[in-house]
Nanobody, 119 residues
Framework: QVQLVEIGGGLVQAGGSLRLSCVVP????????MGWFRQAPGKEREFLAS????????YYAGPVKGRFTISRDNAKNTVYLQMNSLKPEDTAVYLC????????????WGQGTQVTVSS
């Protein structure tokens, strides 16, 4: 398992953009991949996007495909989630996760960062 720290949440108007960062502090990440999830009040945790560490391939959930982009910066041990064309229904706590033991299974989670989109 690894420690993960999310940075970059906040309040934005509908149609605006935000970029979230997920940092692996103090070490070089060498797991299978990382992903972003979100959880809105009263709803289940929802998968958004993932990036494979071996080949940089990315996968997106339907509701965010074309609006959100996941990327990474190896030198900074950081994964980003660029969010464009935000909608009020994107309001949630956003969490990053890492797969380090079993490919495709997330075993490490950040504390989450709040994203609020106003109409």
């Amino acid at each position: 398992q690894v420690q993960l720290v999310e940075i970059g949440g906040g309040l934005v108007q509908a149609g605006g953009s935000l970029r979230l960062s997920c940092v692996v502090p103090g070490r070089t990440f060498s797991g299978y991949g990382m992903g972003w999830f979100r959880q809105a009040p009263g709803k289940e945790r929802e998968f958004l996007a993932s990036i494979n560490w071996s080949d940089d391939s990315a996968y997106y959930a339907g509701p965010v495909k074309g609006r959100f982009t996941i990327s990474r910066d190896n030198a900074k041990n950081t994964v980003y989630l660029q969010m464009n064309s935000l909608k009020p229904e994107d309001t949630a706590v956003y969490l990053c996760a890492a797969s380090t033991v079993v490919a495709g299974k997330y075993d490490s989670w950040g504390q989450g960062t709040q994203v609020t989109v106003s109409s």
